[in-house]
């Protein structure tokens, strides 16, 4: 079976969006896109929220093409493009780049989903995040720690009424400060 893998940049302070949804500290160099490539070439979709959806929907269908691009950030544009995506979304009408539209979070539609063939399913966006966790749909969190302490912004996950233990899976230090925490539940 399929595993749903939450991967998100955080700051130490626990925001993964600063004021005004700045996401301009995070600390993305070759080494650390290039270990992205690696790990989400191999994914089966892209599970994201609107936000998320519009956000890389906004850049990487021509991130390619721009000679100012690197190559990993190249790499990810065919990656982002190729890979089949559902966006999670009330508002959104249409979507292109080998994308679905999903109107709910159903956990029988999510399980379903899982039970398909393919590589894991890699989510993004903390409010669809924060649904999936409630529903108890996230197999692994690969939190991406990066060395700066925002002081404000939009915390990563919200209060929540119960507690979700998890299991230390790995851990892996990038040259630029940013250190994965892999965790299971």
């Known amino acids: 079976m399929r595993k749903i893998i939450m991967a998100v940049q955080v700051s130490l302070d626990g925001f993964f969006e600063g004021p ?15 270990h992205f490539n690696e790990q989400l070439r191999t994914m089966g979709a892209f599970l994201d929220g ?29 990656i982002w493009r190729d890979m089949p995506k559902y966006v999670y979304s009330r508002t959104l009408q249409a979507a292109g780049w080998n994308t679905t539209v999903v109107r709910d979070v159903v956990a029988a539609d999510v399980l379903a989903l899982k039970q398909s063939p393919g590589g894991d399913l890699a989510l993004g966006g903390a409010e669809l995040a924060d649904s999936f966790r409630r529903l108890g749909l ?21 209060t929540a009424a119960d507690r979700t233990e998890l299991t230390l899976a790995g851990t892996r230090a990038f040259g630029n400060g940013v250190v994965l925490l892999r965790y299971t539940s």
């Open 50 to 78: 609107r936000v998320t959806y519009e956000l890389m929907a906004g850049y990487w269908p021509a991130a390619d093409q721009d000679p100012a691009s690197t190559p990993a950030e190249a790499e990810f544009a065919r």
């Open 138 to 158: 996230i197999d692994e969190y690969w939190i991406y720690v990066h060395p700066v302490l925002l002081g404000s912004g939009r915390p990563l996950f919200k």
């Open 20 to 34: 005004g949804r700045d996401i301009g500290w995070h600390r993305v160099d070759e080494e650390l896109h290039s």
